[in-house]
Protein backbone atom coordinates (compact mmCIF):
# COMPACT_ATOMS: atom_id res chain seq x y z
CA UNK A 1 0.00 0.00 0.00
CA UNK A 2 2.96 2.34 -0.33
CA UNK A 3 1.30 3.99 -3.12
CA UNK A 4 -0.14 7.47 -3.52
CA UNK A 5 -4.39 7.07 -2.80
CA UNK A 6 -6.27 7.69 -5.68
CA UNK A 7 -9.54 8.96 -4.53
CA UNK A 8 -12.93 8.70 -5.85
CA UNK A 9 -13.68 12.63 -6.04
CA UNK A 10 -10.96 15.18 -4.32
CA UNK A 11 -11.06 18.62 -4.99
CA UNK A 12 -9.07 20.30 -7.69
CA UNK A 13 -8.59 24.23 -7.66
CA UNK A 14 -8.13 26.47 -10.89
CA UNK A 15 -5.85 28.65 -9.70
CA UNK A 16 -7.69 31.96 -9.09
CA UNK A 17 -9.52 30.68 -5.97
CA UNK A 18 -6.52 31.68 -3.85
CA UNK A 19 -6.64 35.49 -5.28
CA UNK A 20 -10.11 35.80 -4.21
CA UNK A 21 -9.70 34.71 -0.83
CA UNK A 22 -6.82 37.23 -0.13
CA UNK A 23 -8.78 39.58 -1.79
CA UNK A 24 -11.29 38.72 1.01
CA UNK A 25 -8.66 39.42 3.72
CA UNK A 26 -7.25 42.22 2.43
CA UNK A 27 -10.53 44.00 2.04
CA UNK A 28 -11.81 42.44 5.66
CA UNK A 29 -14.42 41.17 3.99
CA UNK A 30 -14.21 37.42 6.67
CA UNK A 31 -18.40 37.35 6.95
CA UNK A 32 -21.03 35.61 5.73
CA UNK A 33 -21.76 38.47 3.30
CA UNK A 34 -19.02 40.59 1.06
CA UNK A 35 -18.79 41.12 -2.80
CA UNK A 36 -16.96 37.18 -3.34
CA UNK A 37 -20.92 35.99 -2.37
CA UNK A 38 -22.35 38.30 -4.63
CA UNK A 39 -20.15 38.02 -7.23
CA UNK A 40 -20.15 34.21 -6.78
CA UNK A 41 -23.95 34.24 -7.56
CA UNK A 42 -24.04 36.36 -10.58
CA UNK A 43 -21.09 34.31 -11.66
CA UNK A 44 -23.74 31.40 -11.66
CA UNK A 45 -26.93 32.93 -12.90
CA UNK A 46 -24.85 33.78 -16.02
CA UNK A 47 -23.88 30.37 -16.25
CA UNK A 48 -26.85 28.45 -15.70
CA UNK A 49 -28.34 30.77 -18.62
CA UNK A 50 -31.82 31.27 -17.83
CA UNK A 51 -33.51 33.95 -16.60
CA UNK A 52 -32.74 32.72 -12.57
CA UNK A 53 -31.69 34.44 -9.20
CA UNK A 54 -29.36 32.37 -7.18
CA UNK A 55 -28.65 32.64 -3.13
CA UNK A 56 -25.62 31.11 -2.16
CA UNK A 57 -25.56 29.06 1.30
CA UNK A 58 -23.96 27.31 3.63
CA UNK A 59 -24.60 23.80 2.20
CA UNK A 60 -26.66 21.77 -0.35
CA UNK A 61 -28.98 20.32 2.50
CA UNK A 62 -29.57 23.80 3.97
CA UNK A 63 -30.91 24.73 0.23
CA UNK A 64 -33.47 22.22 0.11
CA UNK A 65 -34.69 22.82 3.47
CA UNK A 66 -35.30 26.17 2.89
CA UNK A 67 -36.82 25.26 -0.47
CA UNK A 68 -39.18 22.72 1.54
CA UNK A 69 -40.38 25.73 4.11
CA UNK A 70 -40.79 27.85 0.50
CA UNK A 71 -43.04 25.07 -0.55
CA UNK A 72 -45.14 25.59 2.17
CA UNK A 73 -43.89 21.85 4.26
CA UNK A 74 -45.02 21.97 8.07
CA UNK A 75 -45.17 18.95 10.34
CA UNK A 76 -47.24 16.10 9.38
CA UNK A 77 -47.37 17.22 5.37
CA UNK A 78 -46.19 14.71 2.89
CA UNK A 79 -43.52 14.91 0.88
CA UNK A 80 -42.35 12.77 -1.93
CA UNK A 81 -38.42 12.00 -2.39
CA UNK A 82 -36.38 9.71 -4.89
CA UNK A 83 -35.70 6.53 -2.77
CA UNK A 84 -31.91 6.48 -4.56
CA UNK A 85 -30.54 8.97 -3.12
CA UNK A 86 -28.25 10.94 -0.30
CA UNK A 87 -29.56 11.37 2.66
CA UNK A 88 -28.97 15.49 2.47
CA UNK A 89 -31.70 15.22 0.07
CA UNK A 90 -34.55 13.82 2.11
CA UNK A 91 -33.21 14.63 5.89
CA UNK A 92 -34.51 18.23 5.55
CA UNK A 93 -38.23 16.44 4.84
CA UNK A 94 -37.46 15.27 8.87
CA UNK A 95 -36.17 18.63 9.92
CA UNK A 96 -39.29 19.93 9.26
CA UNK A 97 -41.74 17.01 11.07
CA UNK A 98 -43.04 15.59 7.42
CA UNK A 99 -43.35 12.59 6.22
CA UNK A 100 -41.08 11.26 3.36
CA UNK A 101 -42.76 9.36 0.70
CA UNK A 102 -39.98 6.98 -1.13
CA UNK A 103 -40.34 6.25 -4.66
CA UNK A 104 -37.79 3.63 -6.93
CA UNK A 105 -36.22 4.69 -9.78
CA UNK A 106 -36.23 3.79 -13.95
CA UNK A 107 -33.57 1.78 -15.71
CA UNK A 108 -32.58 4.29 -18.05
CA UNK A 109 -31.36 7.62 -15.79
CA UNK A 110 -31.66 5.51 -12.42
CA UNK A 111 -33.53 8.26 -11.54
CA UNK A 112 -37.01 8.62 -10.41
CA UNK A 113 -39.90 6.53 -11.58
CA UNK A 114 -42.31 8.46 -13.55
CA UNK A 115 -44.74 5.73 -12.84
CA UNK A 116 -44.08 5.04 -9.78
CA UNK A 117 -44.30 8.90 -8.68
CA UNK A 118 -48.10 9.12 -10.83
CA UNK A 119 -48.72 5.83 -8.06
CA UNK A 120 -47.90 7.76 -5.44
CA UNK A 121 -49.19 10.65 -6.45
CA UNK A 122 -52.44 9.02 -6.52
CA UNK A 123 -52.37 7.06 -3.52
CA UNK A 124 -51.31 9.17 -1.14
CA UNK A 125 -54.15 11.98 -2.86
CA UNK A 126 -56.86 8.72 -2.72
CA UNK A 127 -55.46 8.91 1.18
CA UNK A 128 -56.52 12.34 1.55
CA UNK A 129 -53.01 13.00 2.01
CA UNK A 130 -52.02 15.45 -1.10
CA UNK A 131 -47.93 15.78 -1.49
CA UNK A 132 -46.72 19.11 -0.81
CA UNK A 133 -43.85 18.83 -2.59
CA UNK A 134 -41.70 16.26 -4.60
CA UNK A 135 -37.85 16.34 -4.81
CA UNK A 136 -36.45 14.80 -8.01
CA UNK A 137 -32.85 14.10 -8.49
CA UNK A 138 -29.99 14.13 -10.73
CA UNK A 139 -28.10 11.27 -9.69
CA UNK A 140 -23.87 10.97 -10.52
CA UNK A 141 -24.98 14.20 -12.63
CA UNK A 142 -27.31 12.36 -14.69
CA UNK A 143 -30.46 14.36 -15.71
CA UNK A 144 -33.80 12.52 -14.58
CA UNK A 145 -36.40 12.14 -17.07
CA UNK A 146 -37.72 15.74 -16.89
CA UNK A 147 -39.95 15.94 -19.04
CA UNK A 148 -42.21 13.16 -17.64
CA UNK A 149 -42.04 14.17 -14.11
CA UNK A 150 -42.52 17.55 -14.15
CA UNK A 151 -45.86 16.78 -16.49
CA UNK A 152 -47.28 14.95 -13.64
CA UNK A 153 -46.16 17.37 -10.80
CA UNK A 154 -47.85 20.14 -13.26
CA UNK A 155 -50.71 18.02 -13.68
CA UNK A 156 -51.04 17.60 -10.02
CA UNK A 157 -50.01 21.65 -9.32
CA UNK A 158 -46.69 19.88 -6.72
CA UNK A 159 -43.74 21.82 -7.14
CA UNK A 160 -40.64 20.49 -7.80
CA UNK A 161 -37.61 20.95 -5.88
CA UNK A 162 -35.04 19.61 -8.82
CA UNK A 163 -31.92 18.28 -6.57
CA UNK A 164 -29.14 19.40 -8.72
CA UNK A 165 -26.46 18.60 -6.21
CA UNK A 166 -24.60 16.69 -8.38
CA UNK A 167 -25.30 17.42 -11.90
CA UNK A 168 -24.59 21.05 -12.09
CA UNK A 169 -22.42 21.78 -15.55
CA UNK A 170 -25.70 18.88 -16.66
CA UNK A 171 -27.94 19.87 -19.03
CA UNK A 172 -31.65 18.23 -20.37
CA UNK A 173 -32.28 18.99 -24.19
CA UNK A 174 -30.03 21.63 -23.97
CA UNK A 175 -31.28 23.73 -20.86
CA UNK A 176 -28.61 23.40 -17.82
CA UNK A 177 -30.25 20.96 -14.75
CA UNK A 178 -30.78 23.42 -11.70
CA UNK A 179 -33.49 25.40 -13.65
CA UNK A 180 -36.21 23.38 -14.35
CA UNK A 181 -37.38 23.01 -10.92
CA UNK A 182 -39.40 25.65 -8.94
CA UNK A 183 -36.70 25.61 -6.73
CA UNK A 184 -32.98 23.99 -8.23
CA UNK A 185 -30.17 23.30 -5.87
CA UNK A 186 -26.85 22.72 -6.07
CA UNK A 187 -24.17 21.73 -3.88
CA UNK A 188 -20.47 22.70 -3.40
CA UNK A 189 -19.02 20.33 -0.81
CA UNK A 190 -15.39 19.15 -1.14
CA UNK A 191 -16.39 16.07 -3.22
CA UNK A 192 -18.69 17.91 -5.62
CA UNK A 193 -17.62 19.02 -9.51
CA UNK A 194 -16.88 22.42 -8.09
CA UNK A 195 -16.16 23.24 -4.36
CA UNK A 196 -16.44 26.23 -1.72
CA UNK A 197 -14.81 24.05 1.25
CA UNK A 198 -18.20 23.44 1.86
CA UNK A 199 -21.33 24.92 0.83
CA UNK A 200 -24.81 24.82 -1.39
CA UNK A 201 -26.82 27.34 -3.16
CA UNK A 202 -30.83 27.79 -4.20
CA UNK A 203 -31.72 28.37 -7.50
CA UNK A 204 -34.58 30.96 -7.90
CA UNK A 205 -37.14 31.72 -10.53
CA UNK A 206 -38.07 34.69 -8.81
CA UNK A 207 -36.62 38.30 -6.86
CA UNK A 208 -39.06 36.99 -4.54
CA UNK A 209 -38.09 34.01 -3.41
CA UNK A 210 -34.35 34.96 -3.62
CA UNK A 211 -35.18 37.63 -1.17
CA UNK A 212 -37.04 35.11 1.00
CA UNK A 213 -34.24 32.64 0.66
CA UNK A 214 -31.53 35.25 2.21
CA UNK A 215 -33.95 36.24 4.91
CA UNK A 216 -34.80 32.62 6.13
CA UNK A 217 -31.22 31.96 5.72
CA UNK A 218 -30.32 34.86 8.18
CA UNK A 219 -32.12 34.50 10.68
CA UNK A 220 -35.43 35.93 9.47
CA UNK A 221 -34.93 39.08 10.59
CA UNK A 222 -37.79 42.07 10.45
CA UNK A 223 -36.56 45.50 8.97
CA UNK A 224 -35.83 47.11 12.15
CA UNK A 225 -33.17 49.13 13.77
CA UNK A 226 -32.59 46.76 16.55
CA UNK A 227 -33.00 42.52 16.02
CA UNK A 228 -36.44 41.66 15.56
CA UNK A 229 -38.37 38.28 15.13
CA UNK A 230 -41.21 37.36 13.53
CA UNK A 231 -41.04 33.63 12.38
CA UNK A 232 -38.03 31.19 12.83
CA UNK A 233 -34.88 31.67 10.71
CA UNK A 234 -31.73 29.66 10.28
CA UNK A 235 -28.06 30.66 9.87
CA UNK A 236 -27.56 29.02 6.36
CA UNK A 237 -25.76 32.22 4.13
CA UNK A 238 -22.38 31.05 2.26
CA UNK A 239 -19.42 33.29 3.85
CA UNK A 240 -17.37 35.50 1.69
CA UNK A 241 -14.11 32.97 1.94
CA UNK A 242 -16.42 30.53 0.57
CA UNK A 243 -17.79 32.01 -2.14
CA UNK A 244 -13.67 33.75 -3.15
CA UNK A 245 -12.95 29.89 -3.40
CA UNK A 246 -16.30 29.27 -5.68
CA UNK A 247 -15.56 32.36 -7.86
CA UNK A 248 -12.23 30.71 -8.77
CA UNK A 249 -13.96 27.23 -9.37
CA UNK A 250 -16.40 29.11 -11.87
CA UNK A 251 -13.81 29.61 -13.80
CA UNK A 252 -12.92 25.53 -14.62
CA UNK A 253 -16.07 24.61 -14.71
CA UNK A 254 -16.68 23.57 -18.23
CA UNK A 255 -13.18 22.25 -18.47
CA UNK A 256 -13.94 19.80 -14.96
CA UNK A 257 -16.81 18.44 -16.70
CA UNK A 258 -14.81 18.10 -19.82
CA UNK A 259 -12.44 16.56 -17.96
CA UNK A 260 -15.14 14.28 -16.09
CA UNK A 261 -16.81 13.16 -19.42
CA UNK A 262 -13.21 11.72 -20.16
CA UNK A 263 -12.92 9.54 -17.20
CA UNK A 264 -16.32 8.20 -18.07
CA UNK A 265 -15.45 7.38 -21.99
CA UNK A 266 -11.58 5.86 -20.24
CA UNK A 267 -14.33 3.47 -17.97
CA UNK A 268 -16.71 2.68 -21.44
CA UNK A 269 -13.07 1.66 -23.15
CA UNK A 270 -12.14 -0.71 -20.37
CA UNK A 271 -15.73 -2.31 -20.30
CA UNK A 272 -15.92 -2.66 -23.81
CA UNK A 273 -13.54 -5.63 -23.46
CA UNK A 274 -15.61 -6.71 -20.51
CA UNK A 275 -18.70 -9.17 -19.70
CA UNK A 276 -21.49 -8.25 -18.12
CA UNK A 277 -20.07 -4.52 -16.70
CA UNK A 278 -22.65 -1.83 -18.08
CA UNK A 279 -21.38 1.92 -17.38
CA UNK A 280 -23.87 4.42 -16.96
CA UNK A 281 -24.22 6.89 -20.28
CA UNK A 282 -26.90 8.83 -21.67
CA UNK A 283 -29.49 6.74 -23.13
CA UNK A 284 -30.49 9.60 -25.64
CA UNK A 285 -29.25 12.93 -26.99
CA UNK A 286 -32.05 14.72 -24.83
CA UNK A 287 -29.47 14.25 -22.21
CA UNK A 288 -26.11 15.61 -21.21
CA UNK A 289 -24.01 14.30 -18.00
CA UNK A 290 -21.29 16.28 -15.95
CA UNK A 291 -20.55 12.22 -15.61
CA UNK A 292 -20.07 14.30 -11.84
CA UNK A 293 -19.07 10.06 -10.56
CA UNK A 294 -19.05 7.10 -13.49
CA UNK A 295 -21.03 4.62 -12.21
CA UNK A 296 -20.98 0.89 -13.59
CA UNK A 297 -23.44 -2.10 -12.55
CA UNK A 298 -21.72 -5.37 -12.64
CA UNK A 299 -24.25 -8.82 -13.26
CA UNK A 300 -22.43 -11.72 -11.77
CA UNK A 301 -24.06 -14.56 -14.03
CA UNK A 302 -22.30 -12.98 -17.00
CA UNK A 303 -18.85 -12.13 -15.26
CA UNK A 304 -17.88 -15.34 -14.31
CA UNK A 305 -19.38 -14.57 -10.77
CA UNK A 306 -17.06 -12.01 -10.02
CA UNK A 307 -19.06 -9.04 -8.46
CA UNK A 308 -19.35 -5.41 -7.43
CA UNK A 309 -17.70 -6.17 -3.55
CA UNK A 310 -14.97 -8.40 -5.95
CA UNK A 311 -13.71 -5.42 -7.77
CA UNK A 312 -14.11 -2.78 -4.80
CA UNK A 313 -12.05 -4.71 -2.72
CA UNK A 314 -9.28 -5.55 -5.83
CA UNK A 315 -9.36 -1.68 -6.17
CA UNK A 316 -9.03 -1.22 -2.24
CA UNK A 317 -5.88 -3.70 -2.70
CA UNK A 318 -4.31 -1.37 -5.00
CA UNK A 319 -4.98 1.79 -2.73
CA UNK A 320 -7.70 2.91 -5.43
CA UNK A 321 -11.04 3.98 -3.29
CA UNK A 322 -14.39 3.04 -5.03
CA UNK A 323 -18.04 3.11 -3.44
CA UNK A 324 -20.97 1.42 -3.82
CA UNK A 325 -23.95 3.09 -5.05
CA UNK A 326 -26.32 5.27 -2.59
CA UNK A 327 -28.18 2.72 -0.35
CA UNK A 328 -31.85 3.58 -1.21
CA UNK A 329 -33.54 5.87 1.74
CA UNK A 330 -36.29 3.55 2.06
CA UNK A 331 -34.03 0.49 3.01
CA UNK A 332 -32.05 2.70 5.81
CA UNK A 333 -33.15 2.07 9.24
CA UNK A 334 -34.39 5.36 9.49
CA UNK A 335 -36.37 5.56 6.63
CA UNK A 336 -37.85 2.00 7.03
CA UNK A 337 -41.17 3.39 8.07
CA UNK A 338 -42.33 5.61 5.57
CA UNK A 339 -44.27 5.08 2.59
CA UNK A 340 -42.02 3.29 -0.53
CA UNK A 341 -43.64 3.11 -4.40
CA UNK A 342 -41.96 1.20 -6.62
CA UNK A 343 -40.40 -2.18 -7.10
CA UNK A 344 -36.85 -3.45 -6.63
CA UNK A 345 -34.88 -1.12 -9.46
CA UNK A 346 -33.04 1.21 -6.96
CA UNK A 347 -32.48 -1.98 -4.46
CA UNK A 348 -30.97 -3.94 -7.43
CA UNK A 349 -28.59 -0.70 -8.25
CA UNK A 350 -27.29 -0.56 -4.49
CA UNK A 351 -26.17 -4.37 -4.53
CA UNK A 352 -24.83 -4.53 -8.01
CA UNK A 353 -23.45 -1.00 -8.80
CA UNK A 354 -19.92 0.88 -7.75
CA UNK A 355 -18.97 4.34 -8.00
CA UNK A 356 -15.20 4.57 -9.81
CA UNK A 357 -12.45 7.54 -9.47
CA UNK A 358 -13.63 10.24 -11.64
CA UNK A 359 -12.07 13.03 -10.80
CA UNK A 360 -11.10 15.70 -13.08
CA UNK A 361 -7.70 15.93 -11.82
CA UNK A 362 -6.61 11.92 -12.34
CA UNK A 363 -3.06 11.80 -14.05
CA UNK A 364 -2.29 9.23 -17.27
CA UNK A 365 -0.39 7.39 -14.40
CA UNK A 366 -3.68 7.02 -12.04
CA UNK A 367 -5.18 5.59 -14.85
CA UNK A 368 -2.81 3.05 -15.63
CA UNK A 369 -3.25 1.73 -12.37
CA UNK A 370 -6.88 1.99 -12.60
CA UNK A 371 -6.90 -0.11 -15.45
CA UNK A 372 -4.20 -2.74 -14.56
CA UNK A 373 -6.24 -3.39 -11.23
CA UNK A 374 -9.50 -3.84 -13.61
CA UNK A 375 -8.01 -5.70 -15.84
CA UNK A 376 -6.43 -8.34 -13.83
CA UNK A 377 -9.67 -8.71 -11.75
CA UNK A 378 -11.61 -9.21 -14.78
CA UNK A 379 -9.50 -10.47 -17.65
CA UNK A 380 -7.59 -14.09 -16.82
C1 LIG B 1 -24.16 16.39 -1.82
C2 LIG B 1 -25.60 16.19 -2.00
C3 LIG B 1 -26.56 16.92 -1.28
C4 LIG B 1 -26.25 17.81 -0.14
O1 LIG B 1 -25.29 18.76 -0.32
P1 LIG B 1 -24.36 19.23 0.88
O2 LIG B 1 -23.76 20.49 0.32
O3 LIG B 1 -23.37 18.15 1.14
O4 LIG B 1 -25.24 19.52 2.05
C5 LIG B 1 -27.89 16.72 -1.57
N1 LIG B 1 -28.27 15.84 -2.50
C6 LIG B 1 -27.39 15.11 -3.19
C7 LIG B 1 -27.90 14.16 -4.21
C8 LIG B 1 -26.02 15.23 -2.96
O5 LIG B 1 -25.16 14.46 -3.61
Request: charged share 20%; aromatic share 10%; hydrophobic share 35%.
Amino acid sequence: MSQEKIWLSSPHMGGAERDFVTEAFDTNWVAPLGPNVNGFEKDIEKYLDQEVHVAALSSGTAAIHLALIQAGVTAGDEVICQSFTFCGSSNPILYLGATPVLVDSERDTWNMCPQSLKMAIKDRMEKGNKPKAIIAVHLYGMPYKVDEIHAFAKAYSIPVIEDSAEAFGSTYKGQKCGTFGNYGILSFNGNKIITTSGGGAMVCHTMEDKQKTVYLATQARDDAPHYQHSEVGYNYRMSNISAGIGRGQMQVLDAHVQLRREMNAFYREIFSDINGVEVLIEKTDDYFSNHWLSAILVNPSKTGGITREDLRLALEAQNIESRPLWKPMHLQPLYSNYPYYGGKVCEELFNNGLCLPSGSNLTNDNRERISNAIKALFVK
